[in-house]
């Protein structure tokens, strides 16, 4: 069971343009427009990882199963 609700996902794909109420239902609407608008804008977004500041060390005293 998670938290997300079904208005949580009508909320945001409605923010986005994507679903539409018509009729008494939600509907998928996804026209070029939209698509081109979100690619412009996720064009923008570029992300860059340092590699050095990337830091993994094991699990140096690992819980052990006790019996029952």
């Known amino acids: 069971m998670t938290a997300i609700r079904s208005d949580?996902?009508?909320n945001t794909l409605q923010s986005l343009?994507?679903?539409r109420y018509y009729k008494g239902q939600h509907?998928?609407?996804i026209s070029a427009k939209v698509?081109?608008?979100h690619m412009k804008s996720t064009s923008k977004t570029k992300w860059?990882?340092?590699p050095s500041k990337l830091h993994w060390t094991p699990?140096?005293?690992p819980l052990t199963r006790r019996p029952r």
């Open 8 to 10: 949580d996902i009508i």
């Open 17 to 19: 343009n994507l679903i």
């Open 27 to 29: 509907i998928i609407s």
């Open 35 to 37: 698509i081109e608008e």
């Open 48 to 50: 860059s990882i340092d």
């Open 59 to 61: 699990l140096s005293n």
